[in-house]
C-alpha cells in the first residue's frame, strides 16, 4: 500500500479553492447557519495548517457532527430529500476536511467535493451554474495534480495548466456521451422535494396585493418564438387562473365538481402559431394566449378555457401551441355559467352596489354600463400604482369612494364587481400581458413583472367579451408595459426600470444564450436525439445503435488521445534519459547513488549537499532535466544544453 504523504499548503489551498466554489453554487439553497458553518470550518482549518496549530480531536468532532445532524434534522424536518440531503453531505465534508492530515485525506475530500458540485443541477440547470462546476472541477483537479506529483510542490502556473490539458482531454469523451448515450424519458434519479414548494408565479386565487407583489419579481416566467411576427402588444395576454367565486375579500376558481358545459370559441381567422418555453411554477397552469387552439402534449382545458398541465410543472418545460386572436367565445351559454358569475356577497359593499344600481335604473344598456365604467376609472383621479393603500373590511367601497389608488387587481375586481351588481356576468381572469422582445434571438421574454389580472363580461350574440380596466387607468401599461405605467419605478426590477441601452443589450444577449443553452443542451431528449441522430444517418436508429455508436466513438477518441499525448519526440526523449543516466553514473563513481523512491529534485538536493563545491552545476543539471522531463518541453536546444553540461560535468 503506498504511503500517505503529508499535507502540504498549496495542495490545502487549491482544495479550499475548490470547494469555496462548489459552495457557492448552493449558498442560494442553504439555510444561514449550514453557510456559516462552512465559512467558519474553512477558515479554520485554514489557519490551523498556515500557523501549524492541532487539529481538533474527536472530543470536538464529533459533537459537532451530531450537532449539524440535529440542525438538519430540525431545519427540515427530516434528514432525507434534497434541501437536507445535500446540506448534510456539505456539512460532512467541511467536518471531514477538519481531520484531514494527509494527502490520502485530501484525495477523499476531492472525490467528495466533485459529488457536492453536481447536486447543483438538483436545484438549476442554467448556463451560469455549469460553468461554476466546470471551474470548481478545474480548482478541484488542480488539487489531484498537485497531491499526485512525486517531487514536492509544483507552482500553480504549472498545476494550471496541467489541469487545463486534462479537462481539454476529457471534452471529446463528454461530447460523445452526450451526444450518443442513450435517453430514457424523465430522469435516472431524483431526490424526493417538497411537493408545495412555493416558486414565484401565478396563484389559483387573487387577492389585493396579489399580483402587484409578483411584479416586484424579475425571473422569467416564459419565453415565446413565434412563427411568424409577434402580434402587437395589446393582444399579448398570456390566459392563466380565471376566477369565478368572490368571498368579500379573494377571488377563486370555479370548481371542478361542476358539471357544466365546455365554452365553445369560434374563429374565422387563421391561428397564431408560436413555442413556449416555460420555467418552473410547481403549478399546473400553462400559459397560451387568448384564445387557445390547439392544446400542448399532456395537457388539458377547462370549462372557461384555461390550459392546464396533467402534471405540476416541477421543471422546465418546451411546448408548440396555436391561439385565435380574433374569436367569439361562448355565444351561447348555460343558464348556471351566467347565475354564477352573478354571485356576489349580500350584505358587502352598499356604496358599489347603488352605483351599479343607479347605472340600472337609468336604463342605460350593457354595453353602455361597461363604457361608463370604464369612462369614471379614466375621468376621476383614480392612479395605477405599486404601493396602494391596505383596504378596509368593504373594500369595494374602499378603493372606489376613498382611496381610488390601486394596481391591475384592484381594477380588475372592483371592475367585475360593479358589473354583476349591474346584472351583467363578468369574471376576473389572471395572467400575463405583454413582453419584451428579443432581438438577438428574436423570441419573447415574460418575466413575473409582467403579470395582469382582466376582466371578461359575457353579453348577448358577442360571448364572453374581454374587457381591461387597467387600460382606462393607464393606457400605457398595456402598450409599453409595467415601466412606463407608474411612478414608483424604483421598486420594480432592475431589468424592467433600468434605461441603459448598452446594459439592457448585455442583458438580452446572455438570456439569449442561456436560451440557446435551454434549447439545445437541457431539452436534448430522447426524441431529438434520435430526429437530429436519424437525420445524420440518413435512417431510422435505434437505442441498440446509438450504444454502438457511443462505444465506437468513445473508443476513436481514446486513440486519438493516445496518438496526441504519447507521439512527443522519441529521439530527443532516448537522448534525454541516456544523457541523464551518465550523470547518474558520474555521480555513483563519487558514491551517491540515487534512490528507487528518489526524484530527481530530491537527489539534486541531496548531492549538492554531498558535493558543495559542485552544487551549482548539479541544480542546473537538475532544473533543466526536470522542466525536459516533467515540463512538456523537450526542445532540442535545451536536450543539447544539457548533454553539454552532463559531458563537460567532472
Not at 369560434?266 to 418555453?277: E, I
Not at 454502438?548 to 507521439?567: H, K, N, P, Q
Amino acid at each position: 500500500m503506498m504511503a500517505a504523504n503529508p499535507l502540504r499548503i498549496a495542495d490545502l489551498r487549491w482544495l479550499l479553492l475548490g470547494i469555496s466554489l462548489v459552495m457557492l453554487l448552493h449558498i442560494a439553497h442553504f439555510s444561514v447557519w449550514v453557510t456559516v458553518f462552512v465559512i467558519v470550518l474553512g477558515i479554520w482549518r485554514y489557519l490551523s495548517q498556515h500557523y501549524h496549530w492541532r487539529l481538533p480531536g474527536a472530543f470536538l468532532l464529533l459533537p459537532l457532527t451530531v450537532l449539524a445532524a440535529l440542525g438538519i434534522l430540525l431545519t427540515h424536518r427530516g434528514l432525507f430529500g434534497r434541501d437536507a440531503s445535500v446540506e448534510l453531505l456539505a456539512l460532512m465534508l467541511m467536518l471531514k476536511l477538519m481531520e484531514a492530515k494527509s494527502s490520502r485525506d485530501l484525495t477523499v475530500l476531492v472525490f467528495g467535493a466533485l459529488f457536492l458540485s453536481i447536486t447543483a443541477f438538483l436545484f438549476t440547470q442554467s448556463m451560469l451554474y455549469a460553468a461554476g462546476i466546470l471551474a470548481s472541477t478545474f480548482a478541484l483537479t488542480a488539487t489531484l495534480t498537485g497531491i499526485s506529483h512525486p517531487n514536492g510542490s509544483l507552482d500553480w502556473r504549472t498545476q494550471s495548466r496541467i489541469s487545463g490539458k486534462l479537462l481539454l482531454q476529457g471534452l471529446p469523451v463528454m461530447l460523445a456521451l452526450f451526444f450518443l448515450f442513450p435517453r430514457v424519458p424523465g430522469p435516472l434519479w431524483s431526490i424526493p422535494q417538497a411537493s408545495s414548494q412555493a416558486l414565484s408565479g401565478l396563484s389559483d386565487t387573487m387577492e389585493p396585493g396579489t399580483i402587484s407583489d409578483l411584479t416586484l419579481s424579475g425571473e422569467i416566467a416564459f419565453r415565446v418564438e413565434f412563427e411568424d411576427a409577434p402580434p402587437p402588444p395589446n393582444l399579448l395576454y398570456w390566459r392563466g387562473p380565471v376566477l369565478w367565486h368572490y368571498d368579500g375579500r379573494s377571488w377563486t376558481m370555479a370548481s371542478q365538481q361542476l358539471f357544466l358545459p365546455y365554452e365553445s370559441v369560434q374563429s374565422d381567422r387563421p391561428v397564431t402559431k408560436y413555442t413556449v418555453t416555460m420555467e418552473p411554477s410547481n403549478r399546473r397552469s400553462m400559459l397560451l394566449l387568448d384564445m387557445p387552439a390547439e392544446l400542448p402534449p399532456e395537457s388539458s382545458l377547462t370549462r372557461d378555457m384555461q390550459v392546464l398541465s396533467n402534471q405540476p410543472l416541477r421543471a422546465r418545460i418546451r411546448y408548440d401551441a396555436a391561439s385565435h386572436l380574433d374569436y367569439r367565445l361562448a355565444a351561447e351559454i348555460h343558464p348556471r355559467v351566467l347565475e354564477l358569475n352573478l354571485q356576489i356577497p349580500d350584505i358587502e359593499n352598499p356604496k358599489s352596489r347603488a352605483l351599479a344600481q343607479s347605472w340600472t335604473d337609468a336604463g342605460i344598456p350593457q354595453e353602455a354600463i361597461i363604457e361608463t365604467a370604464l369612462r369614471m376609472f379614466r375621468e376621476q383621479n383614480f392612479v395605477y400604482t405599486l404601493q396602494p393603500p391596505l383596504l378596509g373590511e368593504q373594500a369595494m367601497d374602499d378603493f372606489l369612494f376613498n382611496t381610488r389608488r390601486g394596481f391591475c387587481e384592484h381594477y380588475a375586481s372592483s371592475f367585475v364587481f360593479l358589473m354583476r351588481a349591474a346584472g351583467i356576468p363578468a369574471r376576473v381572469v389572471t395572467g400575463y400581458q405583454g413582453g419584451e422582445l428579443n432581438p438577438v434571438g428574436n423570441y419573447l421574454i415574460v418575466r413575473q413583472s409582467d403579470a395582469h389580472a382582466w376582466a371578461e363580461v359575457w353579453l348577448q350574440d358577442k360571448g364572453w367579451v374581454r374587457v381591461d380596466p387597467t387600460s382606462a387607468v393607464s393606457p400605457s401599461r398595456i402598450e409599453s408595459g409595467i415601466a412606463g405605467a407608474v411612478s414608483e419605478r424604483d421598486l420594480l426590477p432592475f431589468l424592467a426600470r433600468t434605461n441603459s441601452p448598452w446594459l439592457k443589450n448585455a442583458f438580452l444577449n446572455l438570456d439569449a444564450l442561456d436560451n440557446a443553452w435551454n434549447h439545445w443542451v437541457l431539452e436534448y431528449d430522447q426524441k431529438r436525439q434520435l430526429d437530429m441522430l436519424s437525420d445524420m444517418t440518413g435512417h431510422k436508429l435505434s437505442w441498440q445503435d446509438l450504444v454502438t455508436g457511443m462505444m465506437l466513438a468513445v473508443a476513436a477518441v481514446g486513440l486519438l488521445l493516445s496518438y496526441f499525448i504519447l507521439r512527443g519526440k522519441p529521439a530527443n526523449r532516448d537522448v534525454l534519459q541516456h544523457s541523464y543516466n551518465r550523470f547518474l553514473q558520474k555521480m555513483k563513481r563519487r558514491g551517491i547513488t540515487r534512490r528507487a523512491h528518489e526524484g530527481p529534485l530530491d537527489f539534486g538536493r541531496r548531492a549538492a549537499a554531498a558535493l558543495p563545491h559542485k552544487a551549482d552545476e548539479i541544480g542546473r543539471i537538475t532544473e533543466i532535466y526536470n522542466r525536459l522531463r516533467y515540463g512538456g518541453k523537450d526542445d532540442a536546444g535545451s536536450v543539447n544544453t544539457l548533454k553539454q553540461l552532463i559531458k563537460s560535468f567532472k
